[in-house]
T-cell receptor, first 116, second 112 residues
């Protein structure tokens, strides 16, 4: 079966533009996570979805960042008015999400965002 | 808040030598602990996890880690390094079986 897929794999944009990053989780996985990997900050949690709701948005760095998930499947991370410090690899992961037990998170290959 | 600290951003070993990557955690409750590996230009892959069962956890590719509550440690070891082990390794903790909180990573180099 297919793993977690993300698109685009690379995105170069100009400062001030909006970008959308897409994540397709593994079929049947109810939980979906966004992380960011950057040189200065390492691997940071951004947001977590259980189904279509986001019980934990604590990692979103500013109100320029938002994410949604529709149909309990695909998720889009949107960054408005991009800044150079937004340059990073954005990673998506999914898991079965059963509460009360740990479920392995499977990671996608990431989207490398470069803001010029 | 839970956190993990990885000592040493870079570790170099010779092929066939012992690999030891250090991770200490901070948690007020029994944690879920993980080691992930990231090969060049690839995504994160789970090596092993501790979820309060056996304290010695065996993972893929010959790696293992031991949970030591008295030392708040979860160090990753492999008896004999292989060239293919060269990668970046991340220790992580999960507060509530959901999000992962990662350490800063350790880049392992293996020399012939």
């Amino acid at each position: 079966g297919a793993g977690v897929s993300q698109s685009p794999s690379n995105k170069v944009t100009e400062k001030g533009k909006d970008v959308e990053l897409r994540c397709d989780p593994i079929s049947g996985h109810t939980a979906l996570y966004w992380y960011r990997q950057s040189l200065g900050q390492g691997l940071e949690f951004l947001i977590y979805f259980q189904g279509n709701s986001a019980p934990d948005k604590s990692g979103l760095p500013s109100d320029r960042f938002s994410a949604e998930r529709t149909g309990g499947s695909v998720s889009t991370l949107t960054i408005q008015r991009t800044q150079q410090e937004d340059s990073a690899v954005y990673l998506c992961a999914s898991s079965f999400g059963t509460s009360g037990a740990y479920n392995e998170q499977f990671f996608g290959p990431g989207t490398r965002l470069t803001v010029l | 808040a839970q956190s993990v600290t990885q000592l040493g951003s870079h570790v170099s070993v010779s092929e066939g030598a012992l690999v030891l990557l250090r991770c200490n955690y901070s948690s007020s409750v029994p944690p879920y602990l993980f080691w992930y590996v990231q090969y060049p230009n690839q995504g994160l892959q789970l090596l092993l996890k501790y979820t309060s069962a056996a304290t010695l956890v065996k993972g893929i590719n010959g790696f293992e880690a031991e949970f030591k509550k008295s030392e708040t440690s979860f160090h990753l070891t492999k008896p004999s390094a292989h060239m293919s082990d060269a990668a970046e390794y991340f220790c992580a903790v999960s507060p509530n079986t959901d999000k992962l909180i990662f350490g800063t990573g350790t880049r392992l180099q293996v020399f012939p």
